[in-house]
Antibody
Framework: QVQLVQSGAEVKKPGASVKVSCKAS????????ISWVRQAPGQGLEWMGW????????DYAQNLQGRVTMTTDTSTSTAYMELRSLTSDDTAIYYC?????????????WGQGTLVTVSA | EIVLTQSPGTLSLSPGERATLSCRTS???????LAWYQQKPGQAPRLLIY???SRFPGIPDRFSGSGSGTDFTLTISRLEPEDFAVYYC?????????FGQGTKVEIK
């Protein structure tokens, strides 16, 4: 069955960067995209952006523009999300989710989440 | 940005009762691009409904979605103990792909 397995929890200091991975299995990676969603403690879901594993197109949430980069490695069916210049506001669980390669109507499979804690 | 407003914030019901959750969008959203998710504590969200009314495979038929334009509804016909959770709507018709703030369905 389709699985997205994310990398482990991270603790970072303010100003640092974090890179979270999301390894896909049981489907043809290049025919879909990956979206990233985060959830601050006790809060709702925030969409961060999307990358097409087909052609590398990206779309980032405006409030993260310039700090976030999403990439894919089709040879390993892995997606990555890097967030730079971290602050305490970036403390959250980060999820990857399978999306469409060009258009998307929903996120059908989700990773287990990666907790990123930003603390001095 | 399309804002999604879910109501009520919390719904207190008993098992066996019917739950009706509302999602209103600040602009028209095509049915094709409206989805509903369920999230339980400590778990990732799970897709329930896509394209406003299509149940994702494996989702029980007590879950149904309806609506159009700016008003969408998720209905749980008879609540089972495992249905007590937080529910989110999402629009994917216009970037950014925004979520509602969630409705918590709790046991009365």
């Amino acid at each position: 069955q389709v699985q997205l397995v994310q990398s482990g929890a991270e603790v970072k200091k303010p100003g640092a960067s974090v890179k979270v991975s999301c390894k896909a299995s049981a489907y043809t990676f290049m025919t879909f995209g990956i979206s990233w969603v985060r959830q601050a403690p006790g809060q709702g879901l925030e969409w961060m952006g999307w990358i097409s594993a087909f052609n590398g197109d990206t779309d980032y949430a405006q409030n993260l523009q310039g700090r976030v980069t999403m990439t894919t490695d089709t040879s390993t069916s892995t997606a990555y999300m890097e967030l730079r210049s971290l602050t305490s506001d970036d403390t959250a669980i980060y999820y990857c989710a399978r999306a469409g390669a060009v258009m998307t109507t929903h996120f059908d499979f989700w990773g287990q989440g990666t907790l990123v804690t930003v603390s001095a | 940005e399309i804002v999604l407003t879910q109501s009520p914030g919390t719904l207190s019901l008993s098992p066996g009762e019917r739950a009706t959750l509302s999602c209103r969008t600040s602009q028209n959203v095509s049915n094709t691009y409206l989805a509903w998710y369920q999230q339980k504590p400590g778990q990732a969200p799970r897709l329930l409904i896509y394209s406003a009314s299509s149940r994702f495979p494996g989702i029980p038929d007590r879950f149904s979605g309806s609506g159009s334009g700016t008003d969408f509804t998720l209905t749980i016909s008879r609540l089972e103990p495992e249905d007590f959770a937080v529910y989110y709507c999402q629009q994917l018709g216009s970037s950014p792909w925004t979520f509602g703030q969630g409705t918590k369905v709790e046991i009365k």
